[in-house]
C-alpha cells in the first residue's frame, strides 16, 4: 500500500483544490466585469478630489461634491427596472442582464469624455453633472453586474467570484488612480503646477478603457435567470418589481431585518468616509502625482487584491460571519495609521507601510462582505435586492464624507482619522449580533 500523506500535505491539496475555482470561466469573466466595475468610482470620487484640490479647489467643496457619489446609494431606486425592464432591440439581442450593461458601459464612456473636456478653473458646473452622468451609469452597471453575478454560479462558488470581482474592480483601480497620474504627468512633462490639459488627455483613456468592458459583455454568454411571469397590466408589473423583492426579504427575515439592513448600512462606515479626504491629504503632504500612483494606487491596491483572495478563501474555508469580523476590526484599526502618519514628515517607506496595512484590511473586508450580500439574496430578484443591500451600504457613509473637509479644516487630519476608526465600533457589535441569524433557504 503507498504510504498514506502527513496531515500537513492533506490541508495543502485542500487548499489548492480550493483556489482551482478561481480559473473556471464564470470567474475569468467576472475578472474582466470587475475592472469595468471598477473604473468608474475614483474617476468620479478618489481621482477627481486629487484633480480638483491641484486645481485649487478648497477641501470644503471638495467633500461636498463627493456627494456625487450617492447615486449608488440609492441605486435601488431604479433597480426594478434594471430587474425587469427589457430595453428595446437590445434585451433581444443580448438578453436582460447584458443589455443594461452595454447601456450602462456606453453611458459612463460618453460621461468621461465629457469630463475630459473641462476645466474645474474655468467652472465646476458642467463637471459635476457629467461626473453625475458617469456616476448613473457607474451604479446601473453594478445592479446588472451584481445580478449577472448571482445568477452565473452557486451559492457556494459567491466568495470565488467575490474575490476575482474585487481582483478585476482593484486593477481598474490602479488604472483609474495610477493610470491617470501617471498619464497626466507624462503630458504634463518637466512643467509643474496644474495643467488642464495633462488631465483632459488622461480622463479620454479612461473613456476608451470602458471598451474592454462593453467587449466582454458582447462576447459573455446570458445567465440562466429565473423566467418572468408575465404581467397583465401596469399594477401587476409594478407589484412584482417594485413590492415583491422587498415584501421577500422582510417575510424571509421578519424582525431580523432591521439587524441585517443596520449592519449593511454601516459596516463599510470607516473606509469610506476617510477615503474621500485621502487624496487631498496626499496632495497636503507634499507627495508627488508619482508617489501617489507608485504607492497608493499601484502597491497598495496589489495588497487590497492579496487580501480579496484571502479574504474570499478565508470565507469559504472558515465561514463568512468570522471574517467579516475580522474585516471590521482590521479596517477600523487602519485608520489610525493614517493619523500616525499625518504626524510624520513625508516619506515614500511611511506611505508605503500605512497604505500596505489599510488596502490589505480593505481587501478581507470586502471579499466577506460582497459573499455575506450575496447570500442574502432570493434569486428571484437578485439585482432589486442586492442593488438595495449595497445602497443602504453607501447611503449613511457617503452622506457622511460630504462633511469631511469641513471636518479636516476645523479640526485637521489626526483628529479625522481618528475619528473614523471610532465610527467603526459599533460595526463589531452589528457583526457579532448578525452572526446569530440563520439565513433563510431560497423558495
Do not use: H
Not at 2 to 17: E, K
Not at 97 to 117: E, K, N, P, T
Not at 141 to 148: F, H, K, S, T, V
Request: net charge positive.
Amino acid at each position: 500500500m503507498p504510504p498514506t500523506p502527513p496531515p500537513s500535505a492533506g490541508r495543502l491539496q485542500a487548499w489548492l483544490a480550493t483556489f482551482k475555482v478561481y480559473r473556471q470561466p464564470a470567474s475569468l469573466r467576472m475578472l474582466v466585469l470587475g475592472f469595468s466595475a471598477g473604473l468608474p468610482l475614483l474617476l468620479v470620487l478618489g481621482t477627481l478630489s486629487f484633480w480638483l484640490r491641484e486645481a485649487g479647489i478648497d477641501r470644503t467643496t471638495i467633500g461636498y461634491l463627493s456627494w456625487v457619489g450617492l447615486a449608488y446609494a440609492f441605486k435601488w431606486v431604479w433597480s426594478p427596472l434594471v430587474d425587469r425592464l427589457p430595453l428595446p432591440l437590445l434585451t433581444r439581442w443580448l438578453g436582460r442582464r447584458r443589455s443594461w450593461l452595454l447601456l450602462s458601459q456606453v453611458l459612463i464612456a460618453s460621461g468621461l469624455i465629457g469630463m475630459a473636456l473641462q476645466d474645474p478653473q474655468q467652472s465646476l458646473t458642467p463637471i459635476v453633472w457629467c461626473a453625475l452622468a458617469v456616476a448613473l451609469g457607474s451604479a446601473t452597471q453594478d445592479i446588472a453586474l451584481d445580478a449577472y453575478r448571482i445568477e452565473s454560479a452557486s451559492a457556494q462558488q459567491q466568495a470565488a467570484l467575490a474575490a476575482t470581482y474585487q481582483t478585476g474592480y482593484r486593477l481598474a483601480m490602479i488604472w483609474a488612480g495610477a493610470g491617470v497620474l501617471w498619464l497626466a504627468a507624462q503630458v504634463q512633462g518637466a512643467t509643474t503646477g496644474y495643467d488642464p490639459l495633462a488631465w483632459r488627455w488622461a480622463y479620454c483613456a479612461m473613456a476608451a478603457s470602458m471598451a474592454l468592458g462593453m467587449l466582454t459583455v458582447l462576447l459573455a454568454p446570458e445567465p440562466s435567470a429565473p423566467a418572468l411571469a408575465p404581467s397583465r397590466n401596469l399594477r401587476e408589473w409594478l407589484q412584482g418589481a417594485l413590492v415583491a423583492p422587498f415584501a421577500d426579504f422582510i417575510t424571509r427575515y421578519r424582525w431580523q431585518a432591521a439587524l441585517v439592513l443596520g449592519l449593511i448600512a454601516v459596516y463599510r462606515i470607516s473606509d469610506v468616509v476617510m477615503g474621500i479626504m485621502a487624496n487631498p491629504f496626499y496632495v497636503d503632504m507634499g507627495y508627488t502625482k508619482e508617489q501617489v500612483a507608485a504607492v497608493t494606487k499601484i502597491y497598495g491596491v496589489l495588497m487590497t487584491l492579496a487580501g480579496a483572495f484571502v479574504g474570499g478563501a478565508m470565507a469559504m474555508r472558515w465561514g463568512v460571519m468570522r471574517v467579516l469580523m475580522l474585516g471590521a476590526v482590521l479596517s477600523a484599526g487602519s485608520n489610525l495609521l493614517f493619523a500616525w502618519l499625518a504626524g510624520q514628515a513625508p516619506t515614500v517607506l511611511g506611505l508605503t507601510l500605512v497604505v500596505s496595512a489599510d488596502n490589505l484590511a480593505g481587501g478581507i473586508a470586502s471579499a466577506a462582505f460582497i459573499a455575506y450580500l450575496s447570500s442574502l439574496t432570493n434569486v428571484q430578484y437578485s439585482a432589486t435586492q442586492y442593488a438595495l443591500f449595497s445602497s443602504m451600504m453607501l447611503l449613511a457613509p457617503k452622506w457622511l464624507a460630504g462633511f469631511s473637509g469641513q471636518f479636516v479644516d476645523a479640526f485637521g487630519y489626526p483628529s479625522f482619522f481618528i475619528s473614523t476608526a471610532c465610527l467603526g465600533l459599533p460595526v463589531l457589535v452589528l457583526v457579532a449580533l448578525a452572526a446569530r441569524v440563520k439565513t433563510p433557504e431560497n423558495p
